[in-house]
Structures are given as C-alpha cells and as structure tokens.
Antibody, heavy 119, light 108 residues
Framework: EVQVVESGGGLVQPGGSLRLSCTTS????????VSWVRQAPGKGLEWIGF??????????DYVASVKGRFTISRDDSKSIAYLQMNSLKAEDTAVYYC??????????WGQGTLVTVSS | DIVLTQSPGTLSLSPGERATLSCRTS???????LAWFQQKPGQAPRLLIY???TRATGVPDRFSGSGSGTDFTLTISRLEPEDFAVYYC?????????FGRGTEVEIK
C-alpha cells in the first residue's frame, strides 16, 4: 500500500526557516516525481513545486511566489523528499501536502502538515 | 500562466440529484491535461478524473468528466451522501500546475 506522510510543521516566526519531510513507503520512490501543494486556512489548493525523479536529473521547479525561498530535495535511499522553506512570511501559513506524482498527476497525497508563520 | 475559473462557487443539491460543475481555463493547453480532485473536510484531496475524462482507480462511475479546449465539466450523475465535498480542477503537464478555486457541493 502506498503511504505518504508529511512531518515537520509547526509555528515559526516571520523570516524564519522550516524543513518539512515527506516519508513514503509501498512503492519504488526513485521512480516517481514528488510535488508539494499547500492550502491556506479556509482557502483552495496551491501547487508550489516539484522534483523530478533522478532519471530526469532531479529537475525542480516552483511557483513564482516561493521561488528563491523554497527548495525541494530528495533522498532516494531513504524514500524521503524535503521542502526547505526560508524567509517565511505570514502568507505561507498553510497545510502542506506532499504528493507522489506520475505523468505530472498527483496520484497519492499525504494527510498534510500545518505550518503557521506568526510572531 | 493559465487561470482556471470554476463555477458555481457553491452548488446546493439534494441526494439523488445531478451535479454539473464547470471549469474554464484562460487558454488552451496540451493533451487535455486536466484533472478533478475531491476534498472532504479535514481530509487530503483525492484524484477523481484525469486527462479530462478518465476516472482514477476506484472512482465510482457516477463521476464523469468531459470537455476540451477551454471548457470542462465534472458531472456527478446521482449524488450520494458521501459526494458532498469541495471539487477542484487542475491543469497539469507543465509548470506551474494551477488549481481552480473550487466548487463546494452542499446538501440542500
């Protein structure tokens, strides 16, 4: 069974940093791309970025609002993806979801981890 | 960037009724790479439809997707109690992958 579990969320001050983890099991992690999608409280979904599988050089891309502040990486040996978030702003407050992607589709989602940016 | 406009914002219907949800895109895109997701309160989204009209594994056949170009529709033929939720459309196949703002299907 495919499992995707996010962790690392919490309360952080504006300007601070946080690293989220996406721990997976039940499939060959290295064969799939991974995306991060967020959802601000009471709002809709926002795709924020993805990392390709190593066969495609682990290419990454991000939405404009986080480019230069957020970095996605992966450790295929541990079946984990990471979202490093720097220079956090109040508007980054959201539930962050990790997804297993296939053909650009978000096939499997974790339950999300809440990040709150507040002083 | 492509902008997705979903309508209506809220759809008030009774169990057994037919639901028709619209998703319009600001421009055409490749290969009808449009997906629909369902999200219930406190849960992660779930993939329902991809390639505009293909049901994901395990999705009941009362859900159907249609459309091409810039106009797409998700139809729920007969609403079951578990179908009351928020539905999002998304364009994929390139970066970025924008979502629509969602349509809430609520019990009338």
């Amino acid at each position: 069974e495919v499992q995707v579990v996010e962790s690392g969320g919490g309360l952080v001050q504006p300007g601070g940093s946080l690293r989220l983890s996406c721990t997976t099991s039940g499939f060959t992690f290295g064969d799939y791309a991974v995306s991060w999608v967020r959802q601000a409280p009471g709002k809709g979904l926002e795709w924020i970025g993805f990392i390709e599988k190593k066969a495609y050089a682990g290419f990454t891309d991000y939405v404009a609002s986080v480019k230069g502040r957020f970095t996605i990486s992966r450790d295929d040996s541990k079946s984990i993806a990471y979202l490093q978030m720097n220079s956090l702003k109040a508007e980054d407050t959201a539930v962050y979801y990790c997804t297993r992607d296939s053909g650009w589709l978000h096939y499997n989602w974790g339950q999300g981890t809440l990040v709150t940016v507040s002083s | 960037d492509i902008v997705l406009t979903q309508s209506p914002g809220t759809l008030s219907l009774s169990p057994g009724e037919r639901a028709t949800l619209s998703c319009r895109t600001s421009q055409t895109f490749s290969n009808n790479y449009l997906a629909w997701f369902q999200q219930k309160p406190g849960q992660a989204p779930r993939l329902l439809i991809y390639d505009a009209s293909t049901r994901a594994t395990g999705v009941p056949d009362r859900f159907s997707g249609s459309g091409s170009g810039t106009d797409f529709t998700l139809t729920i033929s007969r609403l079951e109690p578990e179908d009351f939720a928020v539905y999002y459309c998304q364009v994929y196949g390139d970066s970025p992958r924008p979502f629509g703002r969602g349509t809430e299907v609520e019990i009338k």
